[in-house]
């Protein structure tokens, strides 16, 4: 159930089903589903419980997929809840940067771009959290992370840095996780064309640097086209990695759900 764009989040959903031998029903809008027509997202998630062994759902509404997994009986996997969380794509994520260093301990990471809206970031800093990792996030004043992530953090001992230079990091860090400023949130288009520019990483600021760039893509302004071709490029890598990823989390899901053992 897509009801925000979506490439390679539900390309790869679908790709990932059908390798395992399964198939896929969906839809792509509110406006190709009785949605339009005024019915609710609950009767609709119902409709796609009885059609379906797990729902996969992005919705421009934080808390969406959490509100469906409580009402039906299948996995529900959130394919990115707003500017909430977006959890199976840190997971490929994490699974890009293990492939690449072979563990995730002590690597010297830096988030950049969105923090405030961007939920790839939100997901991925909780999940960082949980390995022995410096953590840098880099964004402009106005587009930080937001306060109740930076408490959970902490309540968890999780050390993070904060950093609005980019060139500050640079030098010292592991992985630039880099992301989309993301236009479709803010209240006030003035606002983002203030910083819609903030950070733009190109192949001369990487010479002589030993890092990799991720994004989870897609990206606008963040990741000039001539470090597409350089040593530092992940972010392919990255959006391939989704289909063994995601393969493995339906086969998962779908394997311990109760109604087939
Ligand atoms: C991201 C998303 O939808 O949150 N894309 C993705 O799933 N790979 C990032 C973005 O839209 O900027």
């Known amino acids: 159930m897509f009801f925000e764009p979506s490439t390679r989040t539900k390309l790869s959903f679908e790709t990932a089903m059908k390798r395992l031998g399964g198939s ?15 019915e ?31 009402i039906v009986d299948v996995p529900v996997i959130n394919a990115g809840d707003g500017a909430g969380q977006h959890p199976t794509q840190t997971l490929l994520d994490l699974y890009t940067m293990k492939k690449e260093f ?17 939920r790839t970031v939100h997901s991925l800093s909780y999940a960082l959290g949980l390995f022995n990792v410096k953590m840098t996030f ?12 930076l408490m959970d ?21 592991d992985i630039l996780y880099d992301t989309r400023i993301q ?36 990206r606008v302004n963040e990741i000039s086209y001539d470090v597409d071709n350089t040593k530092h490029n992940r972010y392919f890598q990255q ?6 990823v995601r393969m493995a989390i339906l086969e998962t899901l779908i394997k311990n759900n109760p109604k087939y053992i």
């Open 239 to 244: 959006a391939f990695n989704a289909v063994p």
């Open 138 to 149: 880099v964004s402009p004043q106005e587009l930080k992370m937001p306060k109740e992530i």
């Open 153 to 173: 953090l902490e309540k968890n001992q999780i050390e993070y840095f904060e950093e609005e230079h980019l060139e500050k990091v640079i030098d010292d860090v």
């Open 40 to 70: 609710s997202i609950a009767d609709t998630a119902k409709m796609f419980e009885s059609y379906s062994d797990a729902l996969i759902i992005r919705h421009e509404l934080e808390g969406v997929s959490r509100f469906i997994s409580e």
């Open 102 to 118: 072979g563990h995730i301990e002590n690597l010297n990471v830096a988030l950049v771009g969105d923090l405030k809206y961007g």
């Open 183 to 218: 236009k479709e949130r803010f209240p006030d288009e003035e606002e983002y064309n203030k910083i819609k520019d903030a950070y733009l990483i190109n192949k001369e600021m990487l010479e002589g640097k030993d890092l990799i760039v991720m994004h989870p893509l897609p």
């Open 24 to 38: 896929c029903i969906g839809i792509d809008s509110a406006a190709s589903s009785s949605i339009i027509k005024g």
